[in-house]
């Protein structure tokens, strides 16, 4: 049976061509990888190339012909041996099929799964607690995981023989050592690779960056390595990791060392993104990032690490991720927030109740999955919420936070929902204005009594 | 002063490889070669789709490194990926069928040609970034360390990736703490339609890791032999806790970058002649033939055996069925 030649596909977004030039004529042998002719696609004039070895038997499109479309026969090509009586009824039915077996597809978008949007059991602590402070909670949070688990190692600038740029690590090299304790070079792009390497080979790498700002020399690897693998594997391989480090507005230090990245992080599937507020959170979700299978991005905030608090002594103690905490209970009206911002949402609500206002404050904690369920549930109480972040408006988490409240409880919303943001411009260094750049408890305070309809 | 290139020592010692072994290039290089242009020729139907960049006039490169590692090193490369799989022993027929986006794809037709992974051959991927798969071969690499299992990473990237500035972030680790890495660049003369002149400061890229202290070393890459002594140099080097290694495959991709490329950037002649005079599949066939290893027959039935594998897996590739709509929402996360 001769082989038919069909009009290729030369680039991704063919679909038909002009038939250029015949390189070959009927009659010549050909080889497989040979030139036979010469396609003019939608870009660019190319050659195509025999796929088989044989006898060019029968042009059937001319030199010159145009639209031809992709996969119609355009020559026959004799096997070795065949006689050329075999031209004749070689076009009789078999055209190859080329239609994949579809799957029952839905050809528009196909909705998540409806399963599972409620979050993660949190066991209630009975145990002891000590009085330390943010810092200290997340270095006990990596020394009892790298007691526990080999295979978890932290990496970065500074974190060991120097003890930390924020002391956070505090301690582990002398623990440790410098196996598991690793300074690195100033180098975040590579760095950050290389944690997502040993990941893929099953290492359980923390990764410090000295700040987030200085992730964005490796938000590559952060989304196309780590957060995208297991999925284009189809499962194969996934990446356990956490990246860590302060996160946010720090104190006088300008536009580029003062910026939050909850929202850059939150926009990838593939990406858990934490966010704790108190030293209990910033134990337990280090631990539980630590273990968690799945890359994790951890932000801290600089100018909590010296803060105290209450935090459980019990090793085994993690706070599950996705889970949000309602930090002080009101009827009025829901204030969101996380990391630092939470403590400016607390001192509105002091000052809220002062005048009669009694605010819900939620600690989001985990920012990607976000705690719907608990949000949900608080606003059908309050029936507003007013949304708290350093970050930028544009596209923030509070734009977020919005969109699912009119998807998930829009019947109970009484007023528009409210939101708090960082000034939409680059971190000023002058005190004054850097003031006004970051929300403050009087200007939560203000959107509160706004979607109160309060004066 | 001037700076001394430092070379490492190279052993010539002429390689005594077995006539089983001098085969099993053969088949293994035929095997990648059929693939590819059967590949070429499914792209063509529009079986394949987007970026498929075929590897085809480099074959000696991947399966002479092959021969010079064992079954726990572990190997990362960039999107130009097929053949490093075959040589890894992946199966055609899942790879055929990622590259038609089917179920039975390595990723399940989630990944598509530049994205595969088997954890079983230690194969880890398939990367898109260019140069992003050397730290990530360090991160390997480092792993093989941390573990003190004895393993080698080879990290493979292109004469264009090499001057991305992460391949020297991690050339600098990889240094610092003597990892297991062996850096094969490819130097197939053309980054995309950039030729190695038009790109690198520097053309000798086999001496990229001078400054870090780096033994580096040209190897013909068009002779899979001279492959497998460099690699043999290179990963005992690796082995042996002395850190990392660069080795600068002089080779040629005979198909344009990918498939939609009308490669104008260099002459029909250059193509032909490297055709003709260096291929990697014949170099090798002549010798086998003047040896007395293979004749005609032998040669028929390998090319028999091939065609069968190649056949096989592109019929797999055309009935594995597309995957199931539900698997959209699959693999995003693993359960904590
Ligand atoms: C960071 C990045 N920049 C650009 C591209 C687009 N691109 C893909 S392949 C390529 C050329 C790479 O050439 P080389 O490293 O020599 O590898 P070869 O294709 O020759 O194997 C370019 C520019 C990319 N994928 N990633
Ligand atoms: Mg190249």
């Given at each position: 049976m001769p082989i038919q030649v069909l009009m290729p596909a030369l680039s991704p977004t063919m679909t038909e061509g002009k038939l250029a030039k015949w390189l070959k004529s009927e009659g010549d042998k050909v080889s497989s990888g040979d030139a036979i002719a010469e396609i003019e696609t939608d870009k660019a004039t190319m050659e195509m190339e025999a796929a088989e070895d044989g006898l060019l038997g029968r042009i059937l499109v001319p030199a010159g012909a145009e639209n031809i479309a992709v996969n119609t026969p355009i020559a026959l090509l004799l096997g070795e041996g065949e006689a050329s009586t075999a031209l004749d009824g070689a076009m009789e039915g078999h055209i190859p099929s080329t239609a994949p077996v579809r799957a029952e597809a839905p050809t528009s978008l196909m909705p998540a799964p409806k399963a599972a949007p409620t979050a993660p059991e949190e066991r209630e602590h009975a145990g002891a607690t000590?009085?330390?402070?943010?810092?200290?909670?997340?270095?006990?949070?990596?020394?009892?995981?790298?007691?526990?688990?080999?295979?978890?190692?932290?990496?970065?600038?500074?974190?060991?023989?120097?003890?930390?740029?924020?002391?956070?690590?505090?301690?582990?090299?002398?623990?440790?050592?410098?196996?598991?304790?690793?300074?690195?070079?100033?180098?975040?792009?590579?760095?950050?690779?290389?944690?997502?390497?040993?990941?893929?080979?099953?290492?359980?790498?923390?990764?410090?960056?000295?700040?987030?700002n200085f992730s964005m020399q490796a938000i590559d690897h952060v989304i196309n390595s780590a957060a995208k693998t297991l999925y284009m594997g189809g499962g194969q391989l996934g990446s356990p990791i956490v990246f860590r480090g302060p996160n946010g507005a720090a104190a006088r230090v300008g536009a580029q060392h003062s910026q939050c990245f909850a929202s850059w992080y939150a926009h990838v599937p593939g990406l858990k993104v934490v966010a704790p507020y108190s030293g209990a959170d910033a134990k337990g979700l280090l631990k539980a990032a630590i273990r968690d299978p799945n890359p994790v991005v951890f932000l801290e905030h600089e100018l909590l690490y010296g803060q105290s608090f209450d935090v459980p002594e019990d090793p085994e103690w993690v706070v599950p991720l996705g889970k949000a905490k309602i930090e002080r209970a009101g009827r009025d009206v829901t204030i969101c927030a996380f990391s630092r911002m939470v403590h400016v949402a607390l001192e509105a609500a002091e000052s809220l109740a002062r005048e009669g206002i009694e605010a819900e404050v939620i600690n989001l904690r985990t920012i990607r999955p976000l705690d719907v369920e608990t949000l949900v549930a608080s606003v059908k109480r309050t029936n507003r919420v007013v949304t708290v972040e350093e970050g930028w408006p544009v596209a923030g988490i509070g734009s977020e936070i919005a969109a699912l409240m009119m998807e998930h409880a829009f019947d109970w919303l009484d007023a528009p929902v409210g939101r708090v943001a960082g000034a939409d411009v680059p971190m000023p260094y002058a005190a004054n204005l850097e003031r006004l750049a970051l929300p403050q408890p009087d200007t939560v305070v203000a959107a509160c009594k706004a979607v109160c309809y309060r004066k | 002063m001037a700076i001394r290139p430092r070379r490492a020592k190279v052993d010539v010692a002429s390689p005594s490889a077995s006539p089983e072994a001098l085969l099993g290039h053969y088949r293994d290089m035929l095997l990648?070669?059929?693939?590819?242009?059967?590949?070429?020729?499914?792209?063509?139907?529009?079986?394949?789709?987007?970026?498929?960049?075929?590897?085809?006039?480099?074959?000696?490169?991947?399966?002479?490194?092959?021969?010079?590692?064992?079954?726990?090193?572990?190997?990362?490369?960039?999107?130009?990926?097929?053949?490093?799989?075959?040589?890894?022993?992946?199966?055609?027929?899942?790879?055929?069928?990622?590259?038609?986006?089917?179920?039975?794809?390595?990723?399940?037709?989630?990944?598509?040609?530049?994205?595969?992974?088997?954890?079983?051959?230690?194969?880890?991927?398939?990367?898109?970034?260019?140069?992003?798969?050397?730290?990530?071969?360090?991160?390997?690499?480092?792993?093989?360390?941390?573990?003190?299992?004895?393993?080698?990473?080879?990290?493979?990237?292109?004469?264009?990736?090499?001057?991305?500035?992460?391949?020297?972030?991690?050339?600098?680790?990889?240094?610092?703490?003597?990892?297991?890495?062996?850096?094969?660049?490819?130097?197939?003369?053309?980054?995309?339609?950039?030729?190695?002149?038009?790109?690198?400061?520097?053309?000798?890229?086999?001496?990229?890791?001078?400054?870090?202290?780096?033994?580096?070393?040209?190897?013909?890459?068009?002779?899979?032999?001279?492959?497998?002594?460099?690699?043999?140099?290179?990963?005992?080097?690796?082995?042996?806790?002395?850190?990392?290694?660069?080795?600068?495959?002089?080779?040629?991709?005979?198909?344009?970058?990918?498939?939609?490329?009308?490669?104008?950037?260099?002459?029909?002649?250059?193509?032909?002649?490297?055709?003709?005079?260096?291929?990697?599949?014949?170099?090798?066939?002549?010798?086998?033939?003047?040896?007395?290893?293979?004749?005609?027959?032998?040669?028929?039935?390998?090319?028999?055996?091939?065609?069968?594998?190649?056949?096989?897996?592109?019929?797999?590739?055309?009935?594995?069925?597309?995957?199931?709509?539900?698997?959209?929402?699959?693999?995003?996360?693993?359960?904590?």
């Open positions: 000590r009085r330390m402070t943010v810092r200290e909670a997340l270095r006990d949070a990596m020394a009892e995981e790298m007691r526990r688990d080999p295979a978890v190692f932290l990496m970065g600038e500074e974190v060991g023989q120097y003890q930390g740029a924020y002391k956070v690590s505090q301690g582990l090299l002398d623990e440790f050592g410098p196996e598991r304790i690793i300074d690195t070079p100033i180098t975040e792009s590579g760095f950050a690779g290389l944690g997502v390497g040993a990941s893929f080979a099953g290492l359980k790498p923390i990764v410090e960056f000295m700040t987030f | 990648i070669r059929r693939f590819e242009e059967k590949a070429g020729q499914l792209y063509g139907m529009g079986l394949i789709a987007g970026f498929c960049h075929l590897y085809i006039g480099q074959e000696a490169v991947v399966v002479g490194m092959q021969a010079a590692i064992g079954g726990g090193d572990s190997v990362i490369t960039s999107y130009r990926d097929h053949g490093h799989m075959l040589a890894c022993g992946m199966d055609p027929k899942g790879v055929m069928a990622e590259l038609t986006g089917r179920a039975g794809g390595y990723s399940k037709g989630k990944g598509g040609s530049m994205h595969m992974f088997s954890r079983e051959k230690n194969f880890y991927g398939g990367h898109g970034i260019v140069g992003a798969q050397v730290p990530l071969g360090t991160g390997l690499a480092f792993a093989h360390k941390y573990r003190k299992d004895g393993g080698v990473c080879l990290a493979y990237l292109g004469d264009g990736a090499v001057n991305q500035g992460q391949v020297y972030e991690s050339f600098n680790m990889a240094a610092l703490w003597k990892l297991p890495l062996i850096v094969i660049v490819e130097n197939n003369k053309y980054g995309m339609g950039t030729s190695v002149e038009r790109a690198s400061a520097s053309t000798e890229l086999y001496r990229r890791g001078e400054a870090y202290g780096i033994p580096g070393r040209p190897v013909d890459g068009m002779d899979v032999l001279a492959v497998k002594a460099a690699g043999d140099e290179a990963v005992a080097h690796a082995r042996s806790g002395k850190g990392p290694f660069v080795l600068e495959m002089k080779t040629y991709r005979y198909r344009g970058h990918s498939m939609s490329d009308p490669a104008k950037y260099r002459s029909k002649e250059e193509v032909s002649r490297m055709r003709s005079e260096h291929d990697p599949i014949d170099q090798l066939r002549r010798k086998l033939e003047t040896e007395g290893i293979a004749d005609e027959a032998r040669f028929k039935d390998i090319d028999r055996e091939v065609k069968a594998i190649v056949t096989e897996a592109a019929e797999f590739a055309q009935t594995s069925p597309e995957p199931d709509p539900a698997e959209l929402w699959t693999d995003i996360l693993l359960p904590a």
